[in-house]
């Protein structure tokens, strides 16, 4: 809740925007969130007040039934006297306590609200007219009464009754005024029998008398040319039975290729076993170089380009070291996993070593051996020339320094300094434990904490602030990005103009604070503070500062500046 008070006017606010006082009213209160609550006074707090016989217009609410003839509720004092006549209700009108419902409707009705009598009341009909003629009656026993003749005839083709169920809901019921009188030339008891029949069609016969049957004919799939469906027969379902069993299918044991003349890799026959009607073999070939088929177990050999995708193991599970033997090329998309026994001297001047060149190709390459044992030849830096030249011997050493005012990186045959400086104001580098300057814009992503205490929050002051006050010269002028708390004293002129950056994204969150210092000699002053940017700041084109040691807090809320507080206290 803010407070503001304005001494020239004598106007009190309670609530809302502090920056404005409807000018027309000695006490505001402004809230979208809260009420305004009144004295509430019980039976004894009421006699005490009227017996003092207090001033016409008091408002008061009465918590007591008992208070006042006319109950509960908000009480004015209308008379000069001191009874119970001087004090008038505010009548009431939510559909209860006898007031009426409302021609539009009560908005405020709730589960247990109703239209009619109460209990207690004498048991006579509710009755409803319409010109002083009765056109529904609910009796006390709480039947419904709808006179006859104000109901109309239904028309030709309304079938419609009203029904009720025995939990009392009345329904709507169509009734029909046709049924079936006759099926197929049966009437009455009828029964219906069906039969097969080689035709693609449904037939119906009947017969009358005796029995009174009506059958259907259903069509067998006989597989005529012009049949385009019908039921499945026994025999035919015992072939797709057979077919779709776990011994539809059998695969026989291979059998060489030469043997089956005209054969590839594979022969699919039917089974001519005796109640095997629908069941189907399935003979496979091995591969040779002149035919495809499948892979054995025995020796075997292949004609063609044979692509692997994956690891190839080649081993003897007889004893001996197994191998492949190619006269032709090797391609693999998978890793080639080659077992040499590693034998290189130690003396050697160079050593043989497989290299892949381009995408697939496998050659030798001669190498020093130290590349593969010492190491390290060379270092540079950066693209630099080699440092000092001492011996290479396969052991590479690190160091930090500081030298420099950049990160930067000094290297000679054997090691590698890496030189980080301090930080300053025009160089990066390390932040230290001595005072230092930092230049460019930082960012703490959690928290800061200055000075050695709590550190509860996202910014953490253990000890003294200092912030920037800055007098406007001549009462007018421009707040600047960098000012916090800004200083106008007023002068002889009627307004003078005090302006704030154009609230943006820039200065989301800036808070400034503007004060009215007194002037020396004569001050009729009024300072307007405005948007240099034309927007508005908590809704108005100014906000207005016409008494010394008044102050105004703004905040920037990126779009727009919103007034946070306003008092005449000092800051």
């Known amino acids: 809740m803010f407070f503001s008070y304005n001494k020239l006017k004598a106007q009190v606010k309670i609530g809302g925007d502090p920056a404005f006082v409807n000018p027309d009213a000695i006490l505001e209160l402004e809230s979208n969130r809260k009420g305004f609550l009144l004295p509430r006074l019980n039976a004894t707090g009421y006699t005490f007040l009227k017996t003092r016989n207090v001033t016409p217009g008091m408002v008061i609410y009465l918590t007591d039934a008992s208070s006042h003839p006319n109950g509960k509720g908000?009480?004015?004092?209308?008379?000069?006297?001191?009874?119970?006549?001087?004090?008038?209700?505010?009548?009431?009108?939510?559909?209860?306590?006898?007031?009426?419902?409302?021609?539009?409707?009560?908005?405020?009705?709730?589960?247990?609200?109703?239209?009619?009598?109460?209990?207690?009341?004498?048991?006579?009909?509710?009755?409803?007219?319409?010109?002083?003629?009765?056109?529904?009656?609910?009796?006390?026993?709480?039947?419904?009464?709808?006179?006859?003749?104000?109901v109309d005839v239904a028309g030709a083709g309304v079938n419609d009754v009203l029904m009720i169920g025995s939990d009392g809901v009345?329904?709507?019921q169509n009734l029909s005024l046709t049924s079936v009188t006759s099926l197929n030339a049966v009437k009455g008891d009828a029964l219906l029998q069906g039969a097969a029949s080689p035709s693609n069609t449904v037939n119906t016969a009947s017969a009358a008398g005796s029995g009174q049957n009506v059958t259907l004919t259903f069509p067998t799939m006989l597989g005529g040319a012009s049949q385009t469906y019908g039921f499945m027969t026994k025999a035919d379902w015992d072939k797709l039975n057979n077919i779709t069993s776990a011994t539809g299918f059998t695969v026989k044991d291979l059998t060489p290729a030469d043997a089956v003349a005209g054969a590839k890799s594979a022969k699919l026959e039917k089974d001519v076993a005796a109640g095997a009607d629908g069941k189907w073999i399935l003979s496979l070939f091995p591969a040779t170089e002149t035919n495809p088929g499948v892979v054995t177990v025995g020796n075997q050999t292949f004609a063609g380009t044979k692509t692997f995708d994956g690891d190839i193991a080649i081993t003897n599970v007889n004893g001996g070291n197994g191998g492949l033997i190619t006269e032709g090329n090797i391609t693999t998309k998978a890793k080639l996993n080659i077992d040499i026994t590693s034998d290189v001297s130690a003396a050697a001047t160079t050593v043989d070593v497989l290299v892949k060149e381009g995408s697939s190709e496998v050659k030798k390459l001669s190498i020093d051996p130290t590349r593969l044992g010492s190491g390290v030849k060379t270092i540079t830096a950066n693209g630099a020339a080699t440092g000092a030249s001492a011996a290479p011997d396969g052991k590479l050493n690190f160091a930090l320094d500081s030298a420099g005012t950049n990160f930067n990186i000094a290297t000679t045959a054997t090691g590698v300094t890496f030189n980080i400086p301090s930080a300053s104001g025009g160089s990066r580098g390390l932040v230290n434990t001595a005072p230092q300057t930092f230049g460019g814009e930082k960012t703490f992503r959690d928290s800061l904490t200055v000075g050695v205490g709590n550190s509860t929050s996202n910014f953490n002051l253990n000890g003294s602030m200092s912030v920037k006050v800055r007098t406007l010269p001549g009462g007018s002028g421009a707040v600047l990005a960098t000012d916090y708390i800004v200083q106008v004293a007023g002068t002889l002129a009627a307004e003078l103009s005090v302006t704030v950056p154009t609230a943006s994204a820039d200065n989301l969150g800036r808070i400034y604070i503007i004060r009215r210092i007194p002037a020396v000699g004569t001050d009729n002053s009024i300072i307007?503070?405005?948007?240099?940017?034309?927007?508005?700041i908590s809704g108005r084109a100014t906000i207005d500062i016409d008494e010394p040691y008044f102050s105004v807090t703004l905040i920037s809320m990126g779009t727009t500046w919103e007034v946070l507080s306003r008092s005449a206290s000092n800051y």
């Open 170 to 172: 009345v329904q709507k």
């Open 528 to 536: 307007k503070i405005s948007d240099d940017g034309g927007k508005q």
């Open 74 to 150: 908000f009480y004015f004092k209308t008379g000069t006297g001191n009874t119970d006549a001087d004090w008038t209700k505010m009548q009431e009108d939510d559909g209860s306590g006898g007031s009426p419902w409302k021609m539009g409707g009560n908005a405020n009705a709730t589960t247990g609200s109703f239209f009619g009598t109460p209990t207690g009341v004498p048991t006579v009909p509710l009755d409803f007219k319409l010109n002083g003629s009765s056109v529904m009656t609910f009796a006390t026993t709480g039947r419904l009464t709808i006179p006859y003749a104000n």
